[in-house]
């Protein structure tokens, strides 16, 4: 599969994360995945997306984050899945976000970011940008991602 292609999940697997709890979708994080949000802080997590969405605010994909946190060093929040694989994939994107200054956080699977698309799409990271309409849900989101890194 070449990096521009899309991984649709297969809709055995998908129906086997929709019967899970998020809290039983957690163990499926790899070792990597922390600070990893708990189920309170992904569902805010997945508004603050649905929000971003439209005003066009939210980049999907490892390639798309790092170009806005490395290249642009936009402000913003990114979200990875825990459960990508092969891990290599996505080691280096919270060191770029920790020496950026740019808050980040886990949630258990790719499913989960998907999922706040609307889609059956596998994202392995977001990048949410700030904006006036939401800013106050986007501090909200900042202030529990520090909370879970101390």
Same mark, same amino acid.
């Given at each position: 599969?070449? #990096?521009?292609?899309?991984?649709?999940?297969?809709?055995? =697997? /998908? @129906?086997?994360? !929709?019967?899970? !709890? *998020?809290?039983?979708?957690?163990?499926?994080?790899?070792?990597?995945?922390?600070?990893?949000? %708990?189920?309170?802080?992904?569902? !805010?997590?997945?508004?603050?997306?649905?929000?971003?969405?439209?005003?066009?605010?939210?980049?999907?994909? /490892?390639?798309?984050?790092?170009?806005?946190? =490395?290249?642009?060093?936009?402000?913003?929040?990114?979200?990875?899945?825990? #459960?990508?694989?092969?891990? #290599? @994939?996505? @080691?280096?994107?919270?060191?770029?976000? *920790? @020496?950026?200054?740019?808050? =980040?956080? *886990?949630?258990?699977?790719?499913? %989960?970011?998907?999922?706040?698309?609307?889609?059956?799409?596998?994202?392995?990271?977001?990048?949410?940008?700030?904006?006036?309409? *939401?800013?106050?849900? =986007? %501090?909200?989101?900042?202030?529990?991602? !520090?909370?879970?890194?101390?």
């Amino acid at each position: 599969m070449s #990096d521009d292609e899309v991984e649709v999940p297969s809709d055995d =697997y /998908i @129906t086997v994360l !929709k019967g899970m !709890k *998020y809290s039983e979708r957690m163990s499926l994080a790899g070792p990597i995945a922390k600070p990893l949000a %708990d189920k309170s802080l992904k569902k !805010k997590i997945a508004k603050l997306i649905k929000k971003a969405r439209t005003q066009k605010l939210v980049a999907c994909g /490892i390639k798309d984050c790092i170009k806005q946190v =490395y290249k642009k060093k936009n402000e913003g929040i990114v979200v990875m899945a825990g #459960d990508v694989s092969p891990i #290599d @994939t996505i @080691t280096h994107l919270h060191g770029i976000c *920790y @020496t950026n200054g740019i808050p =980040y956080c *886990y949630v258990a699977t790719r499913f %989960d970011l998907g999922d706040s698309f609307a889609s059956n799409i596998n994202a392995s990271c977001v990048c949410i940008r700030p904006h006036e309409s *939401y800013r106050d849900q =986007y %501090d909200e989101v900042v202030q529990k991602i !520090k909370e879970l890194e101390c």
